[in-house]
């Protein structure tokens, strides 16, 4: 696998850095007021939902195997933070979907790039769609993960599968609003991108982590949908197929 798993994560930077840069900041308000009241909720569930898993994994262990909670049970845990992560930030994605896509296209127009003139409402309904064809893809996935996660034993592994192919799904996630606002399709973009792994993965790791340490992970969606809009531009050119011709440069005021 080609990349540079670093260069991701220093655009994740770089966008954290540009939440209050003039003409962004109000593309950000309400995106952020949605990560802070679902994120601080998903959290109250998370610890009450943990406290009953924990109790489940000690209950289920046979006498005989009691020795192994002290090895399983921080794997679990761990294990635990990251579905609850990624299931909190899929449902928040889905919600605030237009919103970043509109971040995504204002990024792209302050840098001096080129994007479709498109009604604000056909816009809002093609980013729902286009989470649907996304969630399409990754819930399958999941839902195996999960499957894993409960296997006695063999659930010693699954945190590593949750973050590695967690990193790989929300590199996708927020790389995919500047290709969706070129109309580059879902499967066209995830081919491309799978030349560069590990510089997706890098990105979405970042992201993965940032998304378990409270308060800061209020920030990360606006910061990702910035800092992947600017490394699809500068590192990852957009398939040929795609019409060059027929795009308006929207005002930088607008």
Known sequence: MKGNP?????????????????????????????????????????????????????????????????????????????????????????????????????????????????????????????????????????????IITLIPVVNVVSPLLWFLFGSWVLGLQYLDYSYDNHGVSFKQMRQQLAQRRITVMGLGAVVSVTLLVPILNWFVMSAAVI??????????TLPASQPSVGYAVKSSDG
């Open 6 to 146: 670093f260069l991701g994560a220093r655009y994740w930077l770089s966008g954290l850095s540009s939440l209050t840069q003039p003409g962004l900041r109000r593309y950000v308000a309400l995106p952020l007021l949605l990560n802070i009241v679902l994120l601080s909720a998903g959290t109250w569930w998370g610890v009450q939902a943990l406290d009953d898993a924990t109790e489940w994994i000690v209950s289920s262990l046979p006498s005989w195997l009691e020795w192994l909670y002290w090895i399983l049970m921080p794997l679990m845990v761990l294990a635990f933070m990251l579905v609850m992560a990624y299931f909190f930030s899929a449902v928040l994605m889905l919600i605030a979907s237009p919103f970043n896509g509109l971040l995504s296209e204002k990024v792209e127009v302050q840098a001096g790039g080129q994007v479709p003139d498109e009604d604000i409402w056909p816009m809002v309904w093609r980013t729902l769609g286009r989470e649907l064809t996304k969630m399409a893809y990754y819930l399958p996935r999941y839902f195996l993960l999960f």
């Open 227 to 236: 800092g992947a809009t600017r490394l699809r531009m500068q590192h990852f």
